[in-house]
């Protein structure tokens, strides 16, 4: 698995993806049952609010080699600030629009 990570940019300034680093080498969270390795592509923002930069950035993660794309824990479930983004879904509609099938979108990573 070649992996994209895109994060919630607002949390950016407190959490340094530590715990999205430790799930994906140790294969759990969202991860877990995966056979083959994890080779970490990319790790970026989604670039601020609405999350309209997301789709290009998504874009980019697999121009430079991503078959799976992940929204870290920040934007689905709000973690660690208990603050799911409001714009989860769409982000993830215009994402999977734009990368197609062929890239897999998991919605969380822990």
């Not at 049952?33 to 930069?53: R, T």
């Amino acid at each position: 698995m070649k992996l994209g990570i895109i994060r919630c940019m607002q949390t950016e300034d407190f959490c340094p993806g530590t715990t999205d680093f430790t799930v994906v080498r140790e294969k759990r969270g969202a991860f877990e049952g995966i056979d083959e390795d994890i080779h970490l592509v990319g790790f970026i923002s989604c670039g601020g609010c609405p999350g309209k930069k997301t789709v290009l950035r998504a874009r980019e993660l697999v121009k430079r080699g991503a078959d799976t794309i992940a929204f870290a824990s920040c934007i689905q479930k709000g973690t660690p600030m208990g603050y799911p983004c409001p714009f989860a879904q769409k982000m993830r509609e215009i994402v999977q629009a734009e990368v197609g099938n062929a890239v897999q979108i998991i919605d969380y990573t822990h």
